[in-house]
Each structure stands twice: as structure tokens, then as C-alpha cells.
């Protein structure tokens, strides 16, 4: 089973700045790595796919890229919308497919 | 719209069984492969079972092999998932997902989930 180690567990800023999301995979994943956003009650949203290519409908600010085992997902300058939880996905390893234990995104 | 509705969810005791329905609309049914996801309460996700569009594959987690059964009636746009010898650590919100498997970007992911039921397992 490929496991996916995300950091921080939490990160804590204010709107307006800059979010750095880390998650990095047991072994390569090549560039078979999604980004889902997910709020309380609700279910996970895909926000980017194959690493690097944002899903339709999905906000410029943000944005990812990595590639084999690191990976990150930015967003550019937070809005009120954006604090939620955070979980990167690998298919590479398909149909074992795997999450990330999540990164809380809170305000500040 | 694209849409999914689960149901069936419930409380149940150890050792019991649920199936739980996932109703599928606004797109064609058939054409992609569906899957179960899990989120136990606090916790992440778990993927939990996947079926391809035409009935004739079907992959379950470890956790879950042997107890649970996935399938599919393309004809009623309707997924299924049929849990039985049911424990505590069963206990999660179970959500469907559409994704395709001869595919390429965005439609190879979880791009479409539904809303979730929930199954607690307890005596």
C-alpha cells in the first residue's frame, strides 16, 4: 500500500496570505496525484488532478505541482471560503487507491 | 445536474448486515466505474470498493474483503453496497464516487461524489 504523509497537520493564517499544503507519497506515484478539499458535513471536492492540472470550475488561486513522491498544493492568497480540510489522493497504485490523513486549514 | 443520493444507512449491531443505494443522475450511469469511500467520525478517507461501468470488475479494500459486496444495476442508474458481519470499526460516513477506468485527467478521479449516509455500528 503506497501511504501518503501530509504536513502540517494544521496550519493556521489569516485570509489574504499564502498556503503551503505538503504531502509525500511511500514511494514514486509519478504524477498520478489528486488534491480534494473538504468542509464539515460536506463531502471532499477534487480541486487538482494528475498533480498539477486544476478541475473544472476550480479557482486560479490554486495551484499544484510536484511529481515521484513531494508534492504541494498552494493557494495564492487565502479566502474565507478556503478553510477547510485538505487531502491529498494517489491512483497509481489503482484500484488500491490512497489518502492522506488530511492538513486543517484554519483561520488565524 | 450530475448527481448522487446514497441511502441506507443506519444503526446496527455488530455482526448485522445494511446495504446501502446509491441513486445516480444527470449523466450516463454505465459509462463509468463507481466506487465506495468511508470516513469514520474525526478521521480520514478510506476507499472501500470499486465497480467497473459494465458489472464485470469489482475490487474491495483488505478491511473489507469477504464481508462486503459491491454491485450494480445499470438499468436503474443504481450502486450498491451490501455489508454484512458488520463491526465497530465499520462505523463511518460511506460516500459513492464516479470515476472512469480507460481514461485520461480529470476523469480518472473521484470527480463526483454524493452527500454520504451514515452507518454506525453498536450494540
Known amino acids: 500500500e503506497i501511504v501518503l504523509t501530509q504536513s502540517p497537520a494544521t496550519l493556521s493564517l489569516s485570509p489574504g496570505e499564502r498556503a503551503t499544503l505538503s504531502c509525500r507519497a511511500s514511494q514514486s506515484v509519478s504524477s498520478y496525484l489528486a488534491w480534494f478539499q473538504q468542509k464539515p458535513g460536506q463531502a471532499p471536492r477534487l480541486l487538482i488532478y494528475?498533480?498539477?492540472n486544476r478541475a473544472t470550475g476550480i479557482p486560479a488561486r490554486f495551484s499544484g505541482s510536484g511529481s515521484g513522491t513531494d508534492f504541494t498544493l498552494t493557494i495564492s492568497s487565502l479566502e474565507p471560503e478556503d478553510f477547510a480540510v485538505y487531502y491529498c489522493h494517489q491512483r497509481s497504485n489503482w484500484p488500491s487507491i490512497t489518502f492522506g490523513q488530511g492538513t486543517r486549514l484554519e483561520i488565524k | 445536474e450530475v448527481q448522487l443520493l446514497e441511502s441506507g444507512g443506519g444503526l446496527v449491531q455488530p455482526g448485522g448486515s445494511l446495504r446501502l443505494s446509491c441513486a445516480a443522475s444527470g449523466f450516463t450511469f454505465s459509462s463509468y466505474a463507481m466506487s465506495w469511500v468511508r470516513q469514520a467520525p474525526g478521521k480520514g478517507l478510506e476507499w472501500v470498493s470499486l465497480i467497473s461501468g459494465d458489472t464485470e470488475t469489482t475490487y474491495y479494500a483488505d478491511s473489507v474483503k469477504g464481508r462486503f459486496t459491491i454491485s450494480r444495476d445499470n438499468s436503474k442508474n443504481t450502486l450498491y453496497l451490501q455489508m454484512n458481519s458488520l463491526r465497530v470499526e465499520d462505523t463511518a460516513v460511506y460516500y459513492c464516487?464516479?470515476?472512469?477506468?480507460?481514461?485520461?485527467?480529470?476523469?480518472?478521479?473521484?470527480?463526483?461524489w454524493g452527500q454520504g449516509t451514515t452507518v454506525t455500528v453498536s450494540s
Open positions: 464516487a464516479r470515476s472512469k477506468i480507460y481514461c485520461s485527467g480529470e476523469s480518472c478521479y473521484l470527480g463526483v
Open positions: 494528475d498533480a498539477s
